[in-house]
């Protein structure tokens, strides 16, 4: 058995190190989220319709989950700073495909974008932790933990928030925020590739994706899966109806404050995920959970009355929700897997993730052509509510 292995020399070079990959993270969760605020003026140049731009996301999904399937837990074998540097080159690849016009274009483009968030999502966020035990070791993964959720979740919401504001005040709102977006991930896979490795090569045969953990544990972690599941469904569901809501029911077409709308979600995420850094795991997702469901309540009562307020409200209060169960999710994965096979494990719980961020867009755009937006919001969300309560019990267990 081969457990990771450091090669980090000094304890400055694993500080350095360690932010660095934060930086990386966050730049391509941004990137990954950067078209939201846009697909209005996608859908205006190239004539698109809502089916077609939720079309559009399910490349992305498509990418997202193959990605991880295939290739999210290869770092635990060629190296984690390898994995992340290919998720930047890919990346780096899809900016220009952006560029180019046309509905192909987008939807190549989207999908390299949902690869590279395959590959990079499992690898980081094991990359950070094996950078903080070696640098600060035995001081406990809380620094860790919360850096890479923050880069996760803060970087989607930074993606729309820098791509609204350069669209709306810019000029060329198809083309600057990806030339901005350019010159961030250059910049990321320099400081990537300066960066120590923290995991020694192996020579493995590839296989697909598979999850490790102790067969005692199976039942806790198909939980934290649970979790990080509805934890991006909402994440999902409230992107997806926000340009929407809006437009056609607000008349509101600033690609500045579509941006800020979404950005708040996830900046509640992350709020919440420092406002309760220092709480025990079961206190973090009970707390997380509970505020979940009540913030899904708010959310729906704000589409049935078509009020922005409400609206607004619920997304804020599920973000913060979402943010704290997702930590807990991951914390608790962490916690349950084995060294050698953390890469499997993380990539195992981000594909729920990712299936769950998926789920509403494309089924909302299906259940747009037989029935009213607010009720298919309404069936999601108890659905959703379900899942948690399902969730809690085994997460509550010690």
């Known amino acids: 058995m081969t457990t990771a292995t450091t090669t980090e020399q000094t304890t400055g070079a694993g500080v350095r190190g360690f932010w660095r990959i934060a930086f990386a993270f966050a730049v391509v969760m941004a990137f990954s989220a950067a078209p939201t605020p846009l697909y209005v003026l996608y859908a205006q140049r190239d004539g698109l319709s809502s089916f077609t731009i939720t079309v559009v996301f399910a490349m992305y999904a498509i990418g997202v989950v193959l990605s991880v399937f295939t290739a999210g837990h290869l770092s635990d074998w060629v190296g984690r700073r390898r994995m992340v540097a290919w998720a930047l080159v890919a990346d780096l690849v899809a900016g220009p495909v952006f560029l180019l016009p046309g509905l192909a274009s987008l939807l190549v ?51 729309p928030l820098i791509a609204g504001v350069l669209a709306e005040y810019a000029g060329h709102p198809l083309t600057v925020p990806y030339l901005v977006f350019e010159a961030l991930l250059a910049v990321g896979l320099i400081v990537t590739l300066t960066a120590h490795e923290t995991v020694t090569r192996r020579s493995v045969p590839w296989r697909p994706q598979r999850v490790s953990v102790p067969r005692a544990a199976l039942g806790r ?14 994440f999902g569901l409230f992107t997806s109806l926000t340009p929407g809501f809006l437009v056609g029911v607000l008349g509101q077409r600033s690609h500045a404050v579509a941006g800020l709308v979404a950005f708040g979600v996830f900046a509640a995420a992350v709020f919440a995920q420092f406002a309760l850094a220092k709480a025990s795991l079961p206190v973090l997702l009970r707390i997380g959970l509970l505020t979940l469901a009540a913030g899904l309540s708010v959310l729906i009562a704000g589409v049935w009355q078509t009020s922005f307020a409400l609206f607004l409200i619920g997304g804020l209060i599920t973000g913060a929700g979402a943010g704290a169960a997702f930590k807990g999710a991951l914390t608790t994965t962490i916690t349950l897997a084995e060294p050698e096979a953390r890469g499997e494990a993380l990539a195992g719980l981000f594909l729920a993730g990712y299936l769950g961020l998926a789920v509403p867009v494309l089924g909302l755009g299906f259940a747009a052509q037989h029935v009213a937006t607010r009720d298919a919001v309404l069936y999601f969300a108890v659905l959703l509510v ?13």
């Open 109 to 159: 483009a989207r999908f390299i974008s949902g690869v590279s968030v395959g590959m990079l999502t499992a690898t980081a966020t094991a990359y950070l932790m094996e950078l903080h035990v070696k640098d600060r070791p035995g001081s406990g993964r809380r620094r860790a933990d919360l850096v890479a959720t923050s880069a996760n979740l803060g970087g989607i919401g930074l993606g």
């Open 386 to 398: 379900a899942l948690i309560v399902a969730a809690a019990r085994p997460l509550s267990r010690k």
């Open 221 to 234: 972690y198909a939980a934290a899966a649970a979790v990080a599941f509805s934890g991006f469904a909402v």
